[in-house]
């Protein structure tokens, strides 16, 4: 499975992006998929989560209320709408896919990733 995610740029403080990533089999759309960051310095961090019907999620403390993960199983697509940004969102966004029922927040759980897009808020 390859995972393709997009969507990444500047954005100043307060702005949106959306972040998609595309699956290259359908198979994964019976995969919980999931969104991760890392900043510079530091460790790779949860960000979002999503079960295969989409019915149920999970998100960082960091993002919750301001971010939304959803996905199109049609399409084979998970989305990261990102709202209110601000700089401690900078860090480059990797998506991820784990042959599970049940969302996880942890990164060893996650099979397959994606390459990473970037994002940049500026203040």
């Known amino acids: 499975v390859q995972l393709q995610a997009s969507g990444g740029g500047l954005v100043q403080a307060g702005g949106s992006l959306r972040l998609s990533c595309a699956a290259s089999?359908?198979?994964?759309?019976?995969?919980?998929m999931g969104w991760f960051r890392q900043a510079p310095g530091k460790e790779r961090e949860f960000v979002a989560t999503?079960?295969?019907?989409?019915?149920?999620?999970g998100y960082a403390d960091s993002v919750k209320g301001r971010f939304t993960i959803s996905r199109d199983n049609g399409k084979n697509t998970v989305d990261l709408q990102m709202n209110s940004l601000k700089p401690e969102d900078t860090a480059v966004y990797y998506c991820?896919?784990?042959?599970?029922?049940?969302?996880?927040?942890?990164?060893?759980?996650?099979?397959?990733w994606g390459q990473g897009t970037l994002v940049t808020v500026s203040s």
């Open positions: 089999r359908r198979s994964v759309s019976k995969n919980v």
């Open positions: 999503i079960n295969w019907s989409g019915g149920s999620t």
């Open positions: 991820a896919a784990a042959p599970l029922l049940v969302v996880t927040t942890r990164a060893n759980d996650y099979r397959y």
